[in-house]
């Protein structure tokens, strides 16, 4: 596997700002499950081919 396959982790705050939301409706589609993500200490880590699932519109 090379360093381009690897799927990269944001964090709460690159999250937003790629999907370009605030941080209380990121935070909401976290907890309804429309986006996939892992509790890290004090924030979220989430993969960007979550996000750019999201924006497909795709179901998990």
Known sequence: MTVMD????????DAIEYLK???P????YI???R????K???GWRVL???LNRF???EEN
């Not at 690897?6 to 705050?13: I, N």
């Not at 986006?35 to 892992?38: D, E, G, L, V, Y």
């Open 6 to 13: 690897k799927d990269q982790v944001l964090t709460t705050e």
């Open 21 to 23: 939301i605030s941080k």
């Open 25 to 28: 409706t990121f935070l909401k």
């Open 31 to 33: 907890h309804l499950g």
């Open 35 to 38: 986006i996939k993500a892992t």
């Open 40 to 42: 890290a200490g004090k």
């Open 48 to 50: 960007l081919s979550e």
């Open 55 to 57: 924006l497909k519109g």
